[in-house]
């Protein structure tokens, strides 16, 4: 195993405004106490790191200027922190990024993604867009065995995707994917998977996403063209779909989605909104009896149990979903190609 250097150079949050990042040196972190060292293999480009590069208002509340970002990463490990016997130098890990207590009453009920003292690694500490980072170990998750490490970054928005699904009805279900974003397509991919009878795919005007969706198992693929709640409706005799999953971030596809959900039926939101007041057609709620839903991250650690059980029978297509690797010296780029969307997932090397 080669030594580890003492310093590195990582694309750094550094000015106050779009864009604003900056190559730069900083030391190699060293594990703590409970930690691991990781030398990083991929990093992804997450719609996160894009709310991030725009500056938004959530971007400049949360990310610290002078963080290392990126979260969407694997890894081999090549140090260990003082008390760490779960893991081994040379492990192949991906990582979970919500960074948990694990001693406050939502991590004790089973809820340590929505852990009351959590952070989210990449965002509000550094991550992992340098070539090391350090993590609580019990976040390091090792990969399944015959996974490529060069796809093992997808974990997280493939885990983002199966705990939005799994707040409703899967098998034998109808299902309406709204937003084909990376992790639309993989909720596409993962609906088949887990055997869901019909799935509809809906985004705006992106042709590229859309016919990537009919590749990946969608049974209805709509756009601009049509009249989206109409549309959902007539392919579900009048009813609506069972299981609504909202992924674009768009106000007009939050109302569409109640509109076009069966009376019972479930809407899961995993989005994050420009205006964080959208406005829901809140009597449709009420009157359909909706169970809607916000998803935050992959549950610790079921999502991760489900979405390895599927990686391992090779039901994930990640062929078709990651359409673009890239060296992390082509940062910047690659931010640019997942703004402007004609792509589905993007992927950083870093060898």
């Known amino acids: 195993?080669?030594?580890?250097?003492?310093?590195?150079?990582?694309?750094?949050?550094?000015?106050?405004?779009?864009?604003?990042?900056?190559?730069?040196?900083?030391?190699?972190?060293?594990?703590?106490?409970?930690?691991?060292?990781?030398?990083?293999?991929?990093?992804?480009?997450?719609?996160?790191?894009?709310?991030?590069?725009?500056?938004?208002?959530?971007?400049?509340?949360?990310?610290?200027?002078?963080?290392?970002?990126?979260?969407?990463?694997?890894?081999?490990?090549?140090?260990?922190?003082?008390?760490?016997?779960?893991?081994?130098?040379?492990?192949?890990?991906?990582?979970?990024?919500?960074?948990?207590?694990?001693?406050?009453?939502?991590?004790?009920?089973?809820?340590?993604?929505i852990c009351e003292n959590g952070s989210i690694f990449g965002v509000h500490s550094n991550?992992?867009?340098?070539?090391?980072?350090?993590?609580?170990?019990?976040?390091?998750?090792?990969?399944?065995?015959?996974?490529?490490?060069?796809?093992?970054?997808?974990?997280?928005?493939?885990?983002?995707?199966?705990?939005?699904?799994?707040?409703?009805?899967?098998?034998?279900?109808?299902?309406?994917?709204?937003?084909?974003?990376?992790?639309?397509?993989?909720?596409?991919?993962?609906?088949?998977?887990?055997?869901?009878?019909?799935?509809?795919?809906?985004?705006?005007?992106?042709?590229?996403?859309?016919?990537?969706?009919?590749s990946l198992g969608a049974d209805l693929v709509i756009g601009k063209e049509n009249d989206i709640v109409a549309e959902i409706l007539a392919a579900t005799d009048g009813r609506g779909v069972d299981n609504s999953c909202e992924f674009s971030g768009s106000p007009q596809a939050l109302a569409n989605t109640v509109h076009s959900t069966r009376m019972g039926g479930y809407v899961n939101i995993l989005s994050v909104y420009g205006n964080s007041m959208p406005e829901v057609p809140m009597n449709e709620v009420v009157f359909r009896y909706l169970h809607i839903k916000g998803i935050n991250g992959r549950k610790m650690w079921s999502t991760w149990d489900t979405m390895h059980d599927l990686l391992k029978q090779e039901l994930i297509d990640v062929d078709t979903i990651l359409t673009h690797r890239m060296s992390i010296d082509d940062f910047e780029q690659a931010i640019d190609l997942a703004i402007v969307g004609n792509c589905g997932k993007v992927v950083l090397d870093f060898n």
């Not at 070539?131 to 170990?137: G, K, N």
Request: charged share 15%; with cysteine; proline share 6%.
């Open 1 to 113: 195993m080669n030594e580890v250097p003492t310093t590195m150079f990582a694309w750094t949050k550094t000015i106050d405004s779009t864009g604003g990042f900056t190559r730069i040196e900083h030391p190699v972190p060293i594990p703590a106490a409970g930690e691991v060292l990781v030398k990083t293999h991929s990093t992804s480009i997450c719609g996160t790191d894009i709310h991030i590069w725009k500056w938004d208002q959530w971007s400049r509340e949360n990310v610290p200027l002078g963080t290392i970002t990126g979260h969407e990463t694997c890894g081999e490990i090549v140090g260990l922190g003082d008390g760490v016997n779960s893991h081994s130098l040379g492990d192949l890990v991906a990582i979970e990024c919500h960074l948990a207590c694990w001693d406050c009453p939502r991590c004790n009920e089973g809820n340590a993604h």
């Open 127 to 214: 991550g992992a867009f340098g070539p090391y980072f350090v993590i609580p170990a019990v976040n390091a998750r090792q990969i399944p065995e015959g996974l490529d490490p060069g796809y093992a970054s997808i974990q997280d928005p493939l885990g983002n995707a199966i705990h939005t699904l799994t707040g409703g009805p899967v098998k034998g279900a109808t299902v309406a994917i709204h937003g084909l974003g990376p992790i639309g397509l993989l909720a596409v991919n993962a609906a088949k998977a887990m055997g869901a009878a019909k799935i509809i795919a809906v985004d705006w005007e992106n042709t590229y996403r859309m016919n990537l969706a009919k």
